[in-house]
């Protein structure tokens, strides 16, 4: 099945550490991207992804961190320097040149205390 | 499950009915425009899309209307089932080299039985 992944669905860490999100695709798009969700709002971007060996900040990258050694993978970690990680986190991707829809993965719910 | 929408917009529709969601956008520059639904503790899925030069797109039960004069999106979905109660998105694109999408904050759509 063609897809995007995200692991794990929940996720529960102590204030202070670093914690890394993962995103995975099998659908051989170019675009990657990591959105947070909090109740009661939207999508804000944290980083995107066009190409491999590239990424650029988003709306909301302040305490966070990415990397695209390859094209099916874009991690994403929250670094203790976030100071209100806890959030439901989106990862989706897009062919993109050429086409707009992003394809989300099922998220990951992170809580620190 | 994930919370996700508990301060949004509120829509309530009896089973059956139609149901209109509507949505404002700023970005001139924007030359395609996508409804997503997310369901409680899932990422978005997928519901329809309309580029620029068109005005109406119709899908399985639902329609996009878009009026670019007045810079405004409309999702609607006849005969409404309880199956359709989630949060409804637009989104937009940057209208620039980017493949970014700019998120709306949210509708909740509510069915009663």
């Known amino acids: 099945d063609g897809g995007i992944t995200q692991s794990p669905k929940y996720l529960f860490r102590k204030e202070g550490q670093n914690v890394t999100l993962s995103c995975e695709q099998n659908?051989?798009?170019?675009?990657m991207y990591w959105y947070r969700q909090d109740p009661g709002q939207g999508l804000r971007l944290i980083y995107y992804?066009?190409?491999?060996?590239?990424?650029q900040k988003g709306d909301i990258a302040e305490g966070y961190s990415v990397s695209r050694e390859k094209k099916e993978s874009f991690p994403l970690t929250v670094t203790s320097a976030q100071k209100n990680p806890t959030a439901f986190y989106l990862c989706?991707?897009?062919?993109?040149?050429?086409?707009?829809?992003?394809?989300f993965g099922p998220g990951t719910r992170l809580t620190v205390t | 499950g994930e919370s996700v929408g508990l301060h949004l917009p509120t829509l309530s529709v009896q089973e059956g009915d139609n149901s209109i969601i509507n949505c404002a956008y700023s970005?001139?520059?924007?030359?395609?425009f996508i409804w997503y639904k997310q369901e409680s503790g899932k990422g978005p899925q997928f519901i329809i899309d309309?580029?620029?030069?068109?005005d109406k797109r119709q899908g399985q039960r639902v329609t996009v209307l878009l009026n670019k004069t007045v810079k405004h999106l409309s999702l609607q979905i006849a005969a409404t089932q309880p199956g359709d109660s989630a949060v409804y998105f637009c989104a937009e694109n940057s209208g620039d080299s980017s493949y970014k999408l700019i998120f709306g904050s949210g509708t909740r759509l509510l069915v009663r039985p």
């Open positions: 659908l051989n798009h170019d675009a």
């Open positions: 992804s066009q190409i491999v060996n590239d990424f």
């Open positions: 309309i580029r620029s030069n068109m």
């Open positions: 989706a991707s897009s062919i993109g040149t050429g086409g707009n829809e992003q394809y």
């Open positions: 970005n001139s520059a924007s030359d395609y």
